[in-house]
């Protein structure tokens, strides 16, 4: 068995905890760097000064308390009085502070939090980075998680916890700092030696109570770290199963008819269960863990409020001080004590807090990874859009699986203005794949595509903003930009005159919509854009014959007078009468370079 050496375990831990601030400032310094730095910055000194203010005021009650203790003693009635009087405008002077510290760190955790939102909002959303993080969602060996799980919580709840522990906690260890500085010096005046005598040797340790206090605590902190520190992991894996157990009863809801129509809510159930179990077992074994912490803690605690008594009775039993002394002693010692514990009070929050920011710093690698991969891919696979209608082209283009299998290798294609191309292959021969990479979206490609302006796809599942009709079917252009003429004859082109009169409704149209109106409502965003070219996936495959047909006559009269092409995916035979040109995907044998190849054939 090979042990570590002490100080070579000091040493990791070191480097690790070094390593976590470095990465807690960088998901913290842009911020604070940002457009918004002065307001920023202005609220946080703010904040500082609020919490500076704070600690002299309990400075300003520990002196009072002596006063109006030994008041209470001597029984001396003018300055009882004159200390409540006293009092009332030191009480009042802390609540002001109280207030507006509690009103200020909010107002900051919020712009904070909203500055982070829509930061990360803008990378995830560009250049396809959410939809390339789920592509990458598994590594090639297919088993271990290759980016971070559950983008949506991170953005919305990780960046809310970061935000507000990152604040709360650091503000609450200044207060301690500031606090412990404050009261150590009052403390050791009051305490006086501790005179001992130990082998025929005297002892004399003056600020006696302040080293006490350091001892106390010190230990209570290491005790606490090691009973908390599997909070640290559960808590990192707590947010991750809720976000798990979360996603998927959103699923269910999005394929609700789907669902209903398999009759599949006995299997939604067992996977529904097993999620939530998945969570209550780890916030049980979690929740174990708090109790053996608040069991300490609050021992420790409880101990505290006794402690300065019973190291200073003797003192004043003994005629060394008064009442008041041994009240402003026992506060003093609060403080620091509170000051000292600060590690063992805030553990649960800190452990929560540690994990959220892994989680937000494998976010942040992951966008650096997705940048860099970005980079890589772009060196070797060049798209360019020209300006006019022109022609598709591509050079040695290369398409892969997530995997790393090759599904076709060195393709040479090209389609020209008035062409109309059929794609033909058995499912999973990468027609779709190709569609992606003509679109610039598919990461795993190389090679050079040459796509013209003004393109449309029209993906296999379209989908379709929760709103008013008017969105769904100008998405993702404002409804603003066509008149309610175009929009009512674009959907009368589409064969929906039904939903003319619906522009103004609102809805989930992917859900309230059949599959068959969901595939017309996406043509009519064609006929109502008029783009020059039209790339269909599957477009009419949930149509009857007449509807295609119509539908097809359309679409194909659109590009032309555009002066453009149409290419479209489709398995139907009756699709292949509206299209001259065929692309063709075989499988190749065993062994070749790619799974499959395409063949181009005319009619």
């Not at 712009?111 to 993080?133: D, E, G, I, S």
């Not at 770290?225 to 999005?254: K, T």
């Not at 494998?362 to 070797?380: G, N, P």
């Given at each position: 068995?090979v ?6 375990a000091?040493?990791?831990k ?17 911020y604070?760097?940002?457009?918004e730095?002065?307001k ?7 904040i500082v ?13 520990n002196e ?6 030994d ?7 003018p300055?009882?009085w004159?200390?409540?009087?006293r ?5 009042f ?9 509690f009103?200020?760190?909010q ?6 939090r909203a ?7 803008q990378?995830?959303?560009a ?19 290759a ?12 960046l ?6 990152t ?5 609450g ?5 500031v ?5 150590v010096?009052i ?6 030696p501790?005179?001992?005598t130990?082998?025929?040797n005297?002892f ?5 109570m302040v080293w006490m206090?350091?001892?106390y605590c ?18 990192f ?15 269910v809801?999005?394929?609700?008819e ?7 809510e006995?299997v939604?159930?067992v996977q529904?269960?097993s999620r ?5 077992t ?19 605690g409880?101990a ?11 003192r ?8 008041g ?9 609060g403080?620091?004590?509170d ?25 942040e ?6 940048a ?16 006019s209608?022109?022609?598709l082209?591509?050079?040695d283009?290369t398409?892969a699986?997530?995997t790393?299998?090759v599904l076709l290798?060195?393709?040479t294609?090209?389609?020209?203005a ?6 033909k292959?058995p ?13 610039g979206?598919w990461?795993f ?6 796509l013209?302006?003004n ?11 929760n ?7 100008a998405?993702?252009q404002?409804?603003?930009?066509y008149?309610?003429k175009?929009l ?23 859900q ?5 109106e969901?595939?017309?409502?996406a043509?009519a965003?064609v ?9 269909a996936?599957?477009?009419?495959s949930?149509l009857?014959e007449a509807a295609?047909?119509t ?8 590009v ?25 995907l ?9 799974l499959?190849?395409?063949r181009?054939?005319?009619?």
């Amino acid at each position: 068995m090979v042990t570590t050496p002490p100080a070579a375990a000091v040493s990791g831990k070191f480097a690790a905890f070094k390593d976590f601030c470095r990465k807690t400032w960088a998901l913290t310094r842009p911020y604070f760097q940002s457009e918004e730095k002065w307001k920023a910055r202005g609220l946080l000194l703010a904040i500082v000064l609020l919490n500076l203010a704070a600690v002299y005021m309990l400075v300003l009650l520990n002196e009072w308390n002596r006063v109006f203790y030994d008041a209470v003693q001597e029984k001396n009635q003018p300055v009882f009085w004159e200390q409540l009087g006293r009092f009332t405008y030191l009480a009042f002077a802390f609540i002001i502070i109280a207030v507006y510290r509690f009103y200020l760190t909010q107002l900051l955790e919020i712009r904070w939090r909203a500055w982070m939102t829509a930061h990360y909002l803008q990378r995830w959303l560009a250049n396809h980075a959410f939809y390339q993080m789920e592509l990458a969602r598994y590594a090639a060996s297919g088993a271990q998680p290759a980016t971070p799980d559950n983008p949506d919580q991170r953005i919305q709840e990780d960046l809310n916890l970061f935000t507000t522990y990152t604040i709360s906690l650091s503000m609450g260890l200044l207060n301690a700092v500031v606090t412990l500085l404050s009261f150590v010096g009052i403390l050791w005046s009051l305490s006086g030696p501790f005179a001992f005598t130990l082998g025929g040797n005297s002892f004399n340790i003056p600020g006696f109570m302040v080293w006490m206090a350091v001892l106390y605590c010190t230990v209570g902190s290491i005790i606490t770290h090691y009973i908390g520190r599997p909070q640290i992991r559960l808590n990192f894996l707590q947010q991750r199963y809720e976000a798990d157990f979360r996603h998927h009863l959103m699923r269910v809801r999005e394929y609700s008819e789907s669902i209903a129509l398999d009759k599949g809510e006995a299997v939604e159930r067992v996977q529904l269960d097993s999620r939530f179990s998945t969570v209550l077992t780890n916030y049980l074994t979690l929740i174990k863990k708090q109790k053996n912490l608040i069991w300490f803690t609050n021992f420790f605690g409880q101990a505290a409020v006794v402690f300065p008594f019973i190291v200073a009775a003797p003192r004043f039993f003994g005629g060394a001080i008064q009442l008041g002394q041994l009240m402003q002693i026992a506060s003093a010692f609060g403080r620091v004590q509170d000051s000292l514990s600060w590690f063992v009070d805030n553990y649960s929050s800190l452990a929560a807090w540690r994990a959220t920011t892994d989680r937000l710093t494998s976010f942040e690698d992951s966008f650096r990874a997705l940048a860099h991969a970005q980079q890589e891919q772009a060196a070797i696979n060049s798209v360019a859009v020209r300006t006019s209608s022109g022609s598709l082209d591509t050079q040695d283009l290369t398409l892969a699986l997530p995997t790393g299998s090759v599904l076709l290798a060195g393709l040479t294609l090209h389609a020209e203005a008035g062409d109309t191309v059929l794609i033909k292959g058995p499912s999973g021969s990468g027609k779709s794949t190709l569609f992606r990479a003509l679109a610039g979206i598919w990461p795993f490609s190389r090679g050079r595509t040459v796509l013209p302006a003004n393109t449309m796809f029209i993906p296999q599942r379209p989908y379709f903003p929760n709103g008013s009709l008017r969105d769904a079917l100008a998405y993702p252009q404002p409804a603003g930009s066509y008149s309610d003429k175009a929009l009512r004859q674009a959907l009368h082109d589409a064969l929906l005159p039904q939903l003319r009169d619906r522009l103004d409704d609102e809805d989930a149209w992917s859900q309230k919509l059949s599959g068959g109106e969901q595939q017309r409502l996406a043509i009519a965003r064609v006929l109502l854009k008029k783009p020059s070219w039209v790339f269909a996936d599957e477009a009419t495959s949930a149509l009857d014959e007449a509807a295609e047909k119509t539908l097809y006559e359309r679409l194909v009269a659109q590009v032309r007078q555009a002066g453009g092409a149409l290419v479209s995916i489709a398995h139907r035979p009756a699709v292949a009468a509206f299209h001259d040109k065929q692309w063709e995907l075989e499988k190749l044998p065993e062994g070749a370079p790619a799974l499959y190849e395409l063949r181009e054939t005319r009619r």
